[in-house]
């Protein structure tokens, strides 16, 4: 996979490097250029890091930055992201490189983190409309070839667009963005070919390429690389088919340590999957080779090892084409082309697992709300969904999904990951705290290792967390959470736990304590949680954590109104040390001069 170019930071004060640590601390920045610690000058640092550099994120005034790049500016395509920042963080400026070079993105990132806002003046994103220049890049797409500045100029004017959609995800589609004042498809009387093609071909129009081609590869022992690439640009180009839609390399697991396919594929970047002789030979194809057959265990190579790696629905675009070195390239290589019917390229995707927190945006972490900032998709349950949706772009897709559908929405979620599309797995309080962590890491490891999106948990304030600090300090000593739902786990299990809590003396956090269907598991848990302990134990009911209806109150262990609780509730069960006075419950830690039963 290759790496990120760095993004740094520039400042010219103390006060521009503080707001630059938290960034560098966060993780956005790489490093930190600053003309106050440095004897270089800001337009040295500038030029000394400008050509590797993925961005900027500089503090200072938006006149004097331009001053400072003008010398160093090239073209829109190749200069890297600049976002411009004020002392206070308040507000992130896409000053260059907005669309192609991600200073858009960027500093809605920047602002996500330091809770500032992200000034776009950009005509696209003013407009609520999709950059058709840059927007692929968020679905896992290649741009290719075309007149994009015409475009972008026909977009701005809000002229009539067509658009014509391939092969890849349609998803995009789906947010408030969408075509905008663009046509879906091109009428099918019309002699012009649509203005934005997505396709895994060559042609006219602005297009982009899903990565959606698999090249199946066999070769003699010791084939020379620029005989794999000259079979490669010559097929493609025969073809029409663009080198940005693939997806990756296929051969037999013989080829595995071959030098030259290994080098084909990391001068690329594409993975390289490998099968076994009896499952290409599994596969029929339009022509096996005896000869294959008698060395390899499988009459084909190329044209079973594309169509294994497309997958079940994956169609052969090229059958295999054969071609010898010249007198001063050794071996021959075969080259198949298959299309599959789904994207593939993990390794520019992402499945980041979002804890919402208890339900106020204000408890929402810097962190999640970053992650979230960057994600093309949010895939969750529609009530956690609804929460945010303050803070969703109308560039950003929302799934909703059911309630107790965890496991398909966490399928779904990862298969748009592998597709290469960063995506958000959203749950309510902490995902790593009965949230969708577990499960969707189960689901990833499944994976093979090399097919792995990167993956991610951004932690977020937990009910209990919540419940705590309204109820005042009752989590001081030691503390457990327990379920009583029992879709998931036995009752028989469920009791175990409470009656070793109960044992234990831990301050005890009851999570899905009571619903219509479960009506009788909260009164039990209450009987084995009097077990030892006295009636008088304080406990707390925490209802609708974190948003407008949020209800505190206090009770004992023997006068806990249970047909009051509900699944939005949270019972908090304290210990034998724990006292309620003035209205809150404090457990003491057990410091000098405080006295543990």
Not at 259 to 268: D, I, K, P, S, Y
Not at 298 to 321: C, D, I, R
Request: net charge negative; with cysteine; hydrophobic share 45%.
């Amino acid at each position: 996979m290759k790496e990120p170019a760095p993004i740094w930071g520039l400042g010219f004060s103390p006060a521009a490097e503080a707001v630059l640590k938290q960034l560098e601390q966060a993780c956005l920045l790489d490093g930190i250029l600053c003309s106050s610690t440095s004897e270089a000058k800001p337009s040295e640092l500038l030029q000394r890091h400008w050509l590797q550099a993925g961005g900027f994120v500089i503090v200072g005034a938006c006149g004097l930055v331009s001053r400072l790049i003008a010398p160093l500016l090239t073209s829109k395509t190749t200069d890297p992201a600049v976002v411009v920042l004020d002392p206070k963080g308040r507000f992130a400026v896409p000053l260059l490189s907005g669309h192609s070079g991600g200073a858009e993105a960027l500093s809605e990132r920047v602002a996500a983190l330091l809770g500032g806002s992200a000034v776009l003046t950009g005509g696209s994103s003013s407009a609520g409309r999709l950059a058709l220049d840059s927007f692929g890049s968020s679905w896992g797409w290649r741009r290719g070839s075309g007149d994009w500045d015409a475009l972008m100029k026909r977009s701005a004017r809000e002229d009539q667009l067509t658009v014509e959609q391939q092969c890849g995800t349609p998803l995009w589609r789906q947010s408030a963005a969408g075509l905008g004042h663009a046509e879906p498809e091109p009428s099918p009387a019309a002699d012009e070919p649509a203005d934005l093609v997505i396709s895994a071909s060559l042609g006219t129009g602005c297009r982009w390429h899903p990565p959606q081609l698999w090249l199946g590869m066999g070769c003699e022992r010791g084939t020379s690389l620029a005989v794999l690439q000259q079979l490669l640009k010559q097929t493609l180009a025969a073809h029409g088919l663009a080198e940005a839609a693939v997806a990756g390399l296929a051969s037999i697991d013989r080829k595995g340590d071959e030098e030259a396919l290994l080098a084909l594929a990391a001068e690329h970047h594409w993975p390289l999957r490998l099968y076994g002789a009896a499952a290409l030979a599994a596969v029929t194809v339009p022509n096996p080779s005896e000869v294959v057959r008698k060395d390899m265990g499988t009459g084909s190579v190329a044209e079973a090892a594309s169509l294994l790696a497309a997958g079940p629905q994956g169609k052969l675009l090229v059958p295999k084409t054969v071609l010898h070195g010249s007198d001063d390239q050794r071996g021959a290589a075969t080259l198949a082309v298959a299309a599959a019917q789904q994207s593939w390229a993990p390794q520019r995707g992402a499945l980041q697992l979002i804890g919402s927190g208890p339900g106020s945006l204000t408890l929402l972490t810097p962190e999640a709300r970053e992650a979230l900032s960057r994600c093309s998709v949010w895939v969750g349950y529609g009530l956690y969904l609804d929460l945010l949706e303050p803070l969703r772009r109308s560039d950003q897709v929302r799934l909703d999904g059911e309630l107790t559908r965890e496991r398909d929405r966490c399928a779904q979620a990862l298969e748009l990951a592998c597709q290469g599309i960063e995506v958000a797995l959203i749950s309510s309080g902490d995902s790593g705290i009965y949230g969708m962590a577990g499960l969707a890491l189960e689901l990833w490891l499944n994976l093979a290792e090399s097919e792995r999106p990167p993956f991610a948990v951004h932690p977020g304030i937990s009910a209990v967390q919540l419940a705590a600090a309204r109820c005042g300090a009752p989590l001081m000593h030691d503390f457990c959470t327990i379920s009583l739902s029992d879709r998931l786990t036995p009752w028989k299990v469920i009791e175990r736990r409470l009656i070793a809590a109960a044992a234990g003396d831990f301050v005890v956090a009851l999570y899905n304590p009571r619903s219509q269907g479960r009506t009788w598991q909260l009164e039990r848990a209450v009987e084995l949680l009097q077990q030892g302990r006295d009636r008088s134990i304080p406990v707390a009911m925490a209802r609708q954590l974190g948003r407008a209806d949020e209800q505190i109150s206090l009770h004992t262990l023997g006068s806990l109104p249970i047909e009051e609780v509900d699944m939005l509730t949270l019972v908090l069960v304290g210990n034998s040390s724990t006292r309620a006075e003035a209205g809150k419950l404090v457990t003491p830690r057990g410091y000098p001069g405080a006295e543990l039963s």
